[in-house]
């Protein structure tokens, strides 16, 4: 009995400790408590087809808040995440999904060279050679945050997997993933507006390009 009091109240002394540490870190940045949630806009979405593939290009806006900068600027890294689902349109049924990519951006500051760092990863695929691994340095953040807002001819299905015949939607997903960030962080945002940047489209996939 006396070890699982022990054992209670060191969790509970920990979760404290995290909760504090997380709301001085957002306390750190008395700015931030005052800014609007910054917008996020899709304002480009389009498809292609080359060969075989499906290709995605599309353009998202949106300007950190003062807070976000700030933590990057500390050496916290931020993930953005990019996210794609191709549903063959079904009457009798829920859509089917014929295709999920995802693509993970790992952006964050190096101190020492002033320079900024940009690991694109991807996610889950259903199909093989939809993978994706670039690093990329930046000598400005205005620089790499163009290279995260812009998503240029990323494959996203394989046309032999698609019935041409059948129509098809693209639901397209982009967000700064807060669950990737320190477990200090993740508890000082709740609920602060300027940490969410998310924007999501769906469209009817309507090809261009070469058969």
């Excluded at 900024?116 to 620089?143: C, I, K, M």
């Excluded at 807002?149 to 698609?162: C, G, H």
């Excluded at 807060?178 to 993740?186: A, N, T």
């Amino acid at each position: 009995m006396m070890a699982f009091i022990t054992h209670y109240w060191k969790n509970a002394r920990f979760n404290l400790i995290a909760l504090l540490l997380g709301a001085c870190l957002v306390g750190a940045y008395p700015d931030s408590v005052r800014a609007e949630s910054p917008a996020a806009e899709i304002s480009l979405l389009k498809f292609e087809r080359d060969g075989d593939a499906v290709l995605l290009t599309a353009n998202i806006k949106f300007d950190l808040s003062s807070a976000v900068e700030q933590a990057l600027l500390k050496g916290v890294a931020m993930i953005f995440v990019a996210q794609v689902d191709v549903l063959r349109e079904r009457w009798y049924w829920t859509n089917q999904k014929m295709s999920h990519v995802e693509r993970h951006m790992r952006l964050a500051y190096q101190p020492l060279t002033n320079r900024w760092r940009l690991n694109v990863t991807s996610g889950q695929a259903t199909s093989a050679g939809l993978g994706l691994a670039l690093n990329q340095n930046f000598d400005s953040l205005p620089d790499a945050l163009a290279a995260v807002q812009r998503l240029s001819r990323w494959k996203i299905a394989d046309v032999a997997e698609l019935d041409l015949e059948q129509r098809y939607f693209v639901d397209f997903r982009f967000r700064l993933d807060i669950s990737q960030l320190p477990r200090p962080f993740q508890i000082g945002t709740l609920g602060q507006s300027e940490w969410d940047i998310a924007a999501s489209s769906r469209q009817v996939l309507h090809l261009e390009g070469g058969k």
